[in-house]
């Protein structure tokens, strides 16, 4: 029998905001185990947590940024469950009245649009964390109360989803929502953006909802399409021995590349759901939603699209250069002074992306201007220098902060165009190279590259290799 497998998606976004949701203590990452803690978030008796305007605010952005509606009426609800890293023994949510409903995210796959819907998204605050002894005969754990507060938005989304990839491409776009309007910086290793997915199967056709398995503890893009695709696996090998699947959480271990049982998975009584009696409730206005909607920017899928058409880009090209607020507007800036898409984006996707990931920056913090690249480009566009030394005239500028030109000047690093001086070298590669010259003459014409490579050696890349090659051919 053929099977279909039906996906939604609990994200949670951690807001990047300098307090946390209900008490001044920082939200700073990496700080000292219970350094960031409180009366309020530590759950003492007696105390009062206040709503951090900041986070009903990024929660407005982000809702309207998902192409929700946002509730003029919302309020916070407890949720009961007891672990050791949530100190009340409850958590602020939403349950009923959440601020955002009905949503929706485009992915694009393999060419073919699809809206995946969202049902709800909900501000909380997050538990603590467990640390476990990492010496195997010292059965500890250790209890950090710094993350307990920190203000989340959990974005649910329908089970619009069927295969893994569509879960890739959600969670891509919902990252690149969140940076682009600036409410997180949804780094998945410091747990800001967090996954666990609802996975269930039936038979292709059939329209009821088969029982689901929901999946945690996924802390890359790519774990969650394995362990989406382990578990439609093992689910189909569950109802094919003639067993049913049953209801439950299960813990994602990349190491081993499968999911264990971790507890039968709970209904919303189960956790006993009452209104939190120590908070007012949400009201918003319609002018003030509109408010913060004039705040957001233009978002990444609409960046992506003008740049397809505006521009004349490839898909690969649109969807790199939109996928950073920061490196969209970088394109831009240079684009009004050299007027060459498909160069700059060459160039950004290229030579400055590997320095990038080199260094390990971002490119908010290269010390390189959209005028010293667009000047880099010019200079290289007009035959002033080659792209080979324009890649190290960029690092250069970028190390040492002086412009291009500058330093083609200072560097004597004009590429070399005089015909009678190219002729002389070129005839001392063909004498020096004869094997490759017989290769040429054979038929292999891709050695061409080769000797003009030879060429490029020998003026220490100042060689104009288009000059080289009309050379070459007029010799051969």
């Known amino acids: 029998m053929e099977y279909e497998a039906v996906i939604g998606l609990e994200v949670h976004v951690e807001l990047n905001t300098k307090t946390k949701i209900f008490c001044n203590c920082s939200t700073e990452f990496g700080q000292s185990p219970n350094s960031n803690v409180c009366p ?9 947590p206040v709503l951090n305007q900041e986070v009903l605010n990024k929660a407005i952005l982000a809702g309207l940024a998902l192409n929700g509606h946002i509730s003029t009426f919302s309020r916070f609800d407890r949720k009961q469950y007891f672990y050791p890293d949530l100190p009340k023994g409850y958590q602020i949510s939403q349950l009923n009245f959440p601020i955002m409903e009905k949503g929706h995210v485009v992915i694009v796959d393999d060419g073919i649009e699809k809206n995946i819907q969202i049902h709800h998204m909900h501000m909380e605050e997050d538990a603590g964390k467990l640390i476990h002894s990492e010496d195997s005969s010292v059965k500890e754990s250790y209890v950090d ?6 203000p989340l938005l959990e974005i649910v989304s329908e089970p619009d989803m069927h295969t893994s990839k569509e ?10 929502i969140m940076k682009y309007i600036g409410v997180s910086d ?31 503890n ?8 394995r362990a989406i695709d382990y578990e439609i696996k093992r689910q189909k090998r569950v109802i094919e021995a003639g067993d049913k699947v049953i209801q439950e959480t299960r813990l994602w271990n990349p190491d081993e590349n499968k999911s264990y049982s971790m507890r039968n998975k709970e209904e919303s009584n189960d956790y006993r759901y009452f209104p939190e009696p120590d908070l007012v409730p949400i009201e918003l206005s319609e002018n003030e939603i509109e408010a913060m909607r004039a705040r957001l920017p233009e978002l990444p899928y609409s960046v992506k699209k003008r740049f397809l058409n505006d521009y004349k880009l490839t898909e690969d090209e649109a969807n790199f250069l939109s996928a950073e607020k920061s490196m969209a507007n970088f394109f831009e800036q240079t684009l009004n002074l050299f007027p060459e898409p498909k160069i700059i984006s060459n160039w950004l996707s290229g030579a400055v992306t590997e320095y990038i990931n080199d260094k390990n920056i971002s490119i908010e913090n290269l010390n390189l201007s959209p005028e010293f690249l667009a000047e880099l480009l010019e200079l290289i566009k007009s035959d002033v ?8 005239v960029l690092i250069t500028s970028i190390e040492s902060g002086q412009s291009p030109k500058n ?3 200072s560097q004597g690093l004009k590429q070399v165009s005089n015909t009678d001086e190219l002729e002389k070298i070129v005839d001392e590669v063909l004498s020096e190279n004869q094997d490759i010259v017989e290769k040429y003459r054979n038929g292999k014409i891709g050695v061409l590259g080769h000797l003009v490579g030879l060429v490029m050696r020998k003026t220490k890349g100042k060689a104009n290799p288009k000059l080289c090659n009309e050379i070459f051919l007029k010799k051969l």
């Open 145 to 150: 109360l710094n993350r307990a507060g920190v």
């Open 167 to 176: 879960a890739f491409l959600y969670l891509v776009e919902i990252k690149k």
């Open 407 to 409: 330093i083609v000047e």
């Open 40 to 48: 309020i978030c530590s759950g003492m008796p007696g105390v009062l």
């Open 218 to 225: 996924m802390n890359s893009f790519r774990n969650v399409e």
């Open 385 to 392: 220098i080659s792209g080979t030394i324009g890649k190290k």
């Open 186 to 216: 949804v780094n998945m290793e410091e747990g800001s953006l967090r996954c666990d997915a609802n996975i269930s199967i039936r038979p292709k056709g059939e329209t009821k909802l088969g029982t689901k398995a929901e999946v945690k």
